[in-house]
């Protein structure tokens, strides 16, 4: 933690050097600061600036030709492993397609040459970004692929990061005792034997999750509470929004309502602050649930707008679907069965990779169709047919504005 406050007191003499050293392609340099400079950006939760900060460095390596063969190729790979760092940043600024493209292209560049240590780097941010996306099969096949690669080498600290992933991805799809165990043993590793308070705070993270859904509220809220604790300590205010919005959910199973709100409006507040808007989208779902559990479905109803709209314009359907199943239930309550029956259906077009809201949509669908004629329901499907999600999304969006 010392060293982030002594990073942050040089940080424009750092931004100075990293500009020579991009500028003169200095690779051997630039590949000794890659690490520590994509960490500190991380725990500080400034990725505009580390966005901004790798690109100008992809772009200066791009420009000029190499003298030699070998300076050449070692520049190109140098430049795939900072596009790589470049696009996990525009991942968490919600720029998704742009950020995939940067990724796939390091990977093609890095799997042509033998630096496995990058590559498996880079298969990380990938798998991330799938993940962010809802895309679980793709991403766990990066993260499996940067796994093994990690146990070749021994690298610990690509194991833990691997592991944390997976767990997000058994969580959700539902495997919640696998996504402890993975959580458990990342925790091992970044506490245990890296000493890594960052690490250890994004695996207390999946731990607190996992044991939320086991039902093991005590063990997650020491958990979220420990890792509040690291990720304030260290100034990382993505990862404060983040705990503070599992203790919300903690505290919403627990039923402690009041408590789960002002939760959900400080995490929202955070990753506003960040500009993560998956992130405040997911918070804004959590607190519309607080407040429908103590105020009613009418009142939850703007959060749920909020962060549809928030989860279209950043393309995270996975979102979107969460926030549609619960407008759908409240269209119920107002007796627009018919709506909530288009939104149901057109949530199952696209099946979500989370199984609860696959179950959510389906009981709702077992209680609509009950209520409907066949002459509607037909009619709805021939709407659901003609329509994609995105824009049965804008057409709830301008109805609701």
Not at 51 to 59: D, H, M, T, Y
Not at 332 to 344: F, I, K, P, Q
């Amino acid at each position: 933690m010392e060293i982030l406050a002594e990073i942050d007191s040089e940080l424009s003499n750092i931004r100075l050097a990293w500009n020579w050293m991009v500028t003169h392609h200095q690779t051997a340099n630039i590949q000794k600061s890659l690490r520590s400079l994509w960490h500190f950006h991380e725990i500080r939760a400034r990725f505009w600036e580390g966005a901004s900060l790798f690109g100008e460095g992809v772009v200066a390596l791009s420009s000029g030709a190499e003298a030699e063969t070998e300076a050449a190729a070692q520049s190109t790979m140098v430049r795939a492993q900072i596009q790589a760092q470049q696009g996990y940043f525009l991942a968490h600024l919600d720029r998704y397609d742009e950020a995939g493209d940067l990724l796939q292209q390091s990977l093609g560049l890095l799997r042509s040459v033998n630096d496995r240590a990058a590559l498996a780097e880079t298969l990380i941010y990938l798998a991330y970004v799938k993940c962010r996306l809802g895309a679980l099969t793709e991403g766990s096949q990066f993260v499996q692929e940067s796994l093994a690669l990690n146990r070749e080498m021994g690298n610990q600290l690509g194991i833990a990061l691997g592991l944390i992933i997976l767990s997000y991805i058994h969580l959700a799809q539902g495997a919640h005792e696998q996504a402890y165990q993975l959580s458990t043993e990342s925790l091992t590793i970044c506490r245990d034997v890296l000493g890594d308070p960052h690490g250890t705070a994004d695996s207390l993270l999946g731990l607190s999750a996992a044991a939320r859904h086991l039902r093991r509220y005590s063990e997650a809220r020491q958990s979220a509470e420990e890792g509040l604790r690291i990720s304030r300590a260290l100034h990382d205010r993505w990862g404060v929004a983040q705990m503070l919005r599992q203790l919300g959910l903690i505290s919403l199973h627990s039923g402690k309502l009041s408590h789960a709100e002002e939760l959900f409006r400080e995490s929202v507040s955070k990753a506003r602050e960040v500009c993560d808007l998956t992130l405040m989208a997911m918070s804004l779902l959590g607190l519309a649930a607080a407040v429908r559990a103590s105020r009613g479905e009418a009142e939850s109803k703007p959060y749920l707008l909020e962060a549809l709209k928030a989860a279209i314009d950043t393309k995270i359907i996975v979102v979107a679907q969460q926030a549609l199943v619960e407008i759908a239930s409240i269209a119920m309550g107002e007796a627009s069965n018919e709506l909530a029956l288009e939104m149901v259906l057109q949530i199952r077009e696209e099946p979500s990779s989370r199984s609860d809201v696959i179950e959510r949509a389906e009981q709702l669908r077992s209680e609509l169709i009950m209520q409907l004629t066949p002459q509607q329901i037909e009619a709805i499907q021939a709407r659901v047919q003609a329509k994609t999600l995105e824009s049965l999304a804008q057409e709830i969006l301008a109805a609701g504005e």
